[in-house]
């Protein structure tokens, strides 16, 4: 049922599918100091190219200004020599952390004497596809380098010169370490290449994926491969009866506005009606102070007039941006109905002084992350302390929430024996 | 893209999974000595009621019988007091396993004084869909019953009213034990039904499948719902030149006879050459002894002149029966590019007492499970010693190989902390 394709397309995508399977064999048996030689070498001509980087650059940027896209777009695929210099220190990072490949998770021995060991491995050919943001290029490579998986790296196509050039830059340091410069391939062509590949399930064994609608769409209907998904985040603060009101604004006040546009930052604020009256003025004012649009029911407007009516559309919007929606409830089983309803399951938050309400809380709400007393805004691989960061997972298989190198594993059985059969 | 359903059919399939999520959040707040109730009620409750259980398999197998299925069809599908009593006590045996949903997979305290724990959860809703064997019906609700999760059924047609018997006598038990009826659904209803149930990714979170060619066809081309897939295996034993002759035999014949109905038996055969002319003839005898027939290359056939040629299609057919085909090699390397081009990642075994070479063959075989010295039969959930069989996956993400209660669950971080905001 699928759009059929060019044979050029196909032939394009068979080549960069199996280059990468090739190098995924032997990557998978590189040693761990080759691949961190690898990464602290990229690091360094990072920043030895940053001319070259810089030249490229300005050919993207020049195009997208051309384009007409916005200032906030065009900044973010802009770089800088200070910029060049994060991506390499986030290189030297990941070449710093343990390596999750050959860990033995788990091992035991069988009453017929088998030992079996549970070990991590490689996933094996991962694709990525990302925003136009120069930055995770060079992430995407690292992460996937240091966890032995050949990586597909498609950025957004405003970026394909500065994400060509830092990809070119990698494999000169991947090949200078050994090993197989097909590691990385930076994936050039337009849509319908990213659906050749995504037909590759014999040769790709996952997609990680972030971006809007489109690709969402695009992705949903035609991969073959599985997917990690890296999608939208409706998420809720609820302030319950026993707040610290102080800190529910403070809280509020965070995971707003510290960073819009991020997918852990809050859509919607739930209120316990007791506490509306106290909390809800000293929190919007806080929020208009920052900038922030509110948007309320007829419960938060009867406590603050000058707030906009929420429309019933609003629940279910994902702003990214400085608009905060406000709905009071009569109990905390509303507000666990509420955020049931209107939640994608990223990250959740409660801000309550009774144990029984955070219990149930951690326990009765369905996301990957939920919060007693804290921003959601710590969703997120650094803040949990995982020395990397590969994404933020919004599926319920294999990986959930803030992913760490250990999620770009899968694992094998190992066992060893002295003859055994199966009676 | 898809084939439209009829109304009908989108309004099953939506009833299915509406009540199948509706039941699927009540079950994940049950407590582990209601789930173990109604699991010991269950099993009770089917050793009570076999009557009712065998008139209705008498229908199926009258149906099948009539429709010409094989005589190892119709067993398959038989049910007898023995093999009720047999469901009943498995149902037992997962009633008496720890309950994974709850567990602290790892827990941690950040430096700003946020404690994270990872907790195991339910996945949520789980699809299944498998042939026509009763006892899976029992297996696969008690399995989702332990671990919360909210299971659809779908067992092969042929045997419809049996399932339904069984799942109606384990949904008396689930209300009884004070938990949500539909928790456990039989899906009634043709491939369409199927077809409208995979679309439904919104509401049914993970789909399980075993089967033949037309079923995967199906599911990869319809399921937007991610897939634990138990497919084919194509496994291979490796009798290195320094193999004990003896167990090489043992191990050949244990791995390809003693069931070759299933996916962990062995279809091809892979021996060094210089081994070739002590083991062949004592294998291949041993192997006619069972029953087996032999396709071998010419290398083979200069060994034990009377073997059929095997053909190139030989190497990658999963005969399933009692039929091998036998390679010989020059070198290990050999063996493991063979492996590696007809392998399906299912199992795979080496004979040696060479240390080098079977740290290589674990190392470079990429299988869920890889054995030294042992038969690929023990690629199993019972055998690995998870006390329960979900199946072996075929997948690389989440559950790779043997899957026991654990591979039915997901996780999800519960965060408290003290009023901490993101800087």
Redesign the interface.
Known sequence: ??AALSADVEQHADALANAARAAA?RL??ASTDAKNAALRDAAARLRCEHRRLLDANREDVERATAAGESAAFVDRLTLTPARIDAMAQGLDEIAALPDPVGEVMSA?E?PNG?A?AQVR?P??VVFTIYESRPNVTADSAGLCLKTANAVLLKGGSESRATSGAIANIIRDAVTAAGLPADAVQSVDGGRDVVRGLLRRDDRI??VIARGGEALKRTI??ES?I?VIKHFEGICHLYVDETA?VD?AV??C??AKT?RPSVCNAIENLVVHHTVAATFLPQAIAALRADGCEVRGDAAVRAVVADVTPATEADWDTEYLDLVLSVHVVRSLDDALAFI?QHGTGLAEAIVTRDERA?ARF???V??????????T???DGF???FGAEVGIST????A???MGLRELT?????????????G
Chains 1, 2 share one sequence.
Not at 366 to 375: E, K, M, P, R
Not at 395 to 398: A, C
Not at 410 to 422: N, P
């Open positions: 049922m699928q064999r998978a048996q035991w069988r088998l079996i491995v996933i094996g064994d996952v949903m209907e073959r599985p610290d800190m403070r809280l006040r965070n510290q049931a955070a951690l326990a009765e369905d996301a990957a992350a939920v919060f007693v007393n804290a921003s805004r710590f969703t803040e949990f302390g599926n319920r298989l294999h959930r929430g803030p899968t694992y094998k059985y190992q066992v060893r024996g002295a003859g055994q059969i199966r």
